[in-house]
């Protein structure tokens, strides 16, 4: 174990402050205090203080947030406060892409330039940054502006077109999310400390097929019940108050959109809210669990995996303590959903996961939100804090004997923590790298416990469970897929935004009820369930959006999204946006995924400027080949997932061909 203390240049003062702020002062000459007589003969910490190893990651933002980087100094003292060897502190600090380990700028400007920014024009918003503030990367004490900027993976505002995330520190917000974004608007955040108002979040009331959307000025085709939000859906940025599900038994994770005010637990409770934990008290935890099976809920993060499973294996599991987890690490590009319902709706991921904690046998939960999502952290932040002052957390829920309570914790930049094994060590203040698998979470998941972890769609799934039963939304969708689902619209739509569809929707009546192609031009393709998905086209339109469905054409719902491309699009640049992001994303851990996402995009770029090693089919079968081990060897899902969109980019590529021909 490493556990010499390296740094030439101890922190400051400030460095060392905004680590006590997190920790409390250092007790001891052991714990980087100052010396006392007794510390010559008593050696201090020890068990303490690896018991808070976990709060490795939040200490790192502290500082970062204080000074703008994080210094060898401040590593080494923070190994000493929390006895973790220094290399394994600079490892964690080093594998998350919003930790700066070098000196930086005070304000860092991250430039959404993924799939759907790409499409919505980032790189011209790239180039007019490189005008404003110099090259991407540029010395902020170089450009006369005291600013850098870089290019970033999704930061989830596809809805809204281009994004930004700022990181200021020092500054009384820290952290600030733009989109729309400008050079404009960025100077503006960084000089005067106010963000441009963005579009308020509209919500679409829900209609019958064939009925007029007259509310938001655009109409609704789809013959599928349906209700949307999104930044960008409403005219003139007024927002439109939702109606409830229509007839029929739809029920909607969506009709307190535009209802409730998400900052004031009154409100929520006046449209319902704390209704259902009541309910869940009443059944009992395997009451709970029973619904849930009934309702027949798959996970909708991407794995579909039958939740009541995961819930039944951790209440029946007998040792203590338990912890329930929702994954919030949203970080697939094209999907911002999640966000949507933790910005518009925080009490009821709130509430549902007391739901879950209950039904677990669990009296800690955590929320593991995306460290690009400030606003939604901040809302959610809020909103445990008034649900514990109200009795809604804390050592006894609602008076009812019921111990439970929620720390809401901060990624910091690592698509690969979506990854539930990768989120359990990244909330142990570990590199989120996934585990093999078993001993599965259930047995052995947070701090070595039993660990239940969903996604904020399939808790809030739960609460409409709980509302109007388990068999009565096993009715609604299809027999293999119940419920509703979320589908992120983004790309050449008319009206980007967060739809809500009864499963067994076609494609063609989820792209139409987002007002159709932009501009009635051609479809090219659909890029459906984000980077880790495949691409579909024209010929697919009628394809249910079900998981049988997609899996019967070869592709996958993944995390709902449908990202449109018409025929403007240059899809070789979209499918090596897709090969970048895999070889930046994976965590390196296996060899297969480390080597093969690198090796899948130089042969995809070696094909886009048609110098080839051998033909063409050469490098297609290389391509085949990387993919199957890949698939076959990697550690996780990412590897089993990287070059599904590639290969399905390329047979679209060659149908294309032949059409021009």
């Not at 108002?197 to 349906?226: F, I, K, W, Y």
């Not at 739960?462 to 790309?491: N, Q, W």
């Not at 018409?566 to 994303?585: G, K, N, P, Q």
Request: hydrophobic letters at 40%; a negative charge.
């Amino acid at each position: 174990m490493d556990l010499r203390l390296t740094a030439k240049v101890a922190a400051t003062d400030e460095e060392r402050a905004a680590v006590d702020e997190v920790l409390g002062p250092p007790p001891s000459q052991w714990q980087g205090g100052a010396r006392r007589a007794e510390d010559a003969h008593v050696a201090f910490g020890g068990h303490a203080a690896r018991g808070r190893r976990h709060l490795l990651i939040t200490v790192l933002h502290a500082v970062q947030e204080r000074v703008g980087w994080i210094s060898p100094g401040t590593l080494d003292y923070v190994a000493e406060r929390l006895t973790v060897p220094p290399a394994e502190a600079f490892g964690v600090a080093s594998f998350y892409a919003m930790f700066r380990t070098t000196p930086s700028a005070g304000a860092v400007v991250h430039i959404c330039d993924d799939v759907a920014c790409k499409v919505a024009g980032a790189e011209s918003l790239c180039a007019e940054m490189a005008r404003r503030f110099g090259q991407e990367g540029t010395d902020a004490s170089l450009n006369g502006a005291g600013v850098t900027w870089q290019r970033s993976p999704c930061l989830g505002k596809c809805d809204r077109g281009s994004a930004a995330l700022i990181q200021q520190a020092g500054a009384a917000v820290p952290r600030r999310d733009l989109a729309p974004v400008t050079p404009e608007a960025v100077w503006q955040a960084l000089t005067t400390g106010e963000s441009p108002a963005e579009v308020p979040l509209g919500v679409l009331v829900p209609q019958r097929s064939g009925s007029s959307r007259t509310d938001a000025g655009s109409a609704s085709t789809g013959s599928a019940d349906s209700a949307a939000v999104g930044g960008t859906a409403v005219p003139g940025g007024t927002a439109v108050p939702g109606g409830p599900a229509v007839p029929g038994g739809t029920v909607s994770l969506l009709r307190r959109l535009g209802r409730v005010d998400p900052s004031s637990l009154g409100s929520y409770r006046a449209a319902g809210g704390y209704e259902m934990l009541r309910r869940a008290l009443s059944l009992g935890p395997q009451g709970v669990i029973r619904e849930v099976r009934d309702a027949k809920l798959m996970g909708r993060g991407g794995a579909a995996f039958p939740t009541h499973i995961k819930w039944d294996a951790v209440a029946a599991n007998p040792v203590r303590p338990k912890y329930v987890v929702c994954n919030a690490d949203e970080s697939e590009p094209g999907t911002f959903k999640d966000r949507v319902l933790m910005e518009a709706d925080p009490y009821a991921l709130v509430e549902a996961l007391t739901v879950m904690g209950y039904a677990c046998g669990a009296e800690q939960g955590y929320i593991y939100i995306r460290g690009e999502y400030p606003t939604a952290e901040g809302r959610l932040a809020h909103a445990v804090s008034q649900a514990r002052a109200h009795g809604f957390l804390g050592a006894d829920v609602m008076g009812e004997g019921f111990t439970f309570d929620i720390e809401v914790r901060r990624g910091a930049g690592a698509y690969i923590a979506g990854e539930e094994t990768a989120l359990i060590n990244s909330l142990e203040g570990k590199r989120a790298e996934p585990r093999n698998k078993p001993p599965f979470p259930a047995q052995s998941g947070l701090f070595g416990k039993p660990t239940a972890v969903n996604n904020v769609e399939t808790l809030l799934s739960v609460l409409e469970i709980l509302r109007v039963g388990g068999p009565a939304y096993a009715a609604v969708g299809t027999a293999g897929s119940t419920g509703t689902r979320l589908f992120c619209l983004s790309g050449c739509v008319e009206v980007p935004g967060l739809y809500e569809y009864d499963f067994g929707v076609t494609l063609r009546d989820v792209i139409d009820g987002a007002g159709g192609v932009a501009g009635g031009r051609p479809l090219q393709a659909v890029l459906l369930g984000g980077a880790a998905g495949v691409f579909v086209g024209p010929d697919a339109l009628d394809m249910p959006l079900t998981f049988e469905g997609v899996r019967a054409a070869g592709a996958t719902l993944g995390s709902g999204v449908v990202l449109v491309l018409d025929d403007t699009i240059d899809l070789w640049d979209i499918v090596l946006r897709i090969a970048a992001f895999f070889r930046d994303e994976s965590c390196g851990q296996c060899v297969p995924c480390r080597v093969g996402t690198v090796r899948q995009e130089e042969a995809l770029r070696r094909i886009a400027r048609g110098r080839m090693l051998g033909t063409i089919e050469d490098e297609k079968r290389l391509l085949d080949e990387i993919g199957q081990a890949m698939r076959d060897a990697s550690i996780c899902g990412l590897g089993h997932t990287a070059a599904g969109a590639a290969q399905s980019a390329l047979a679209r590529l060659g149908l294309l061909q032949q059409e021009r021909s």
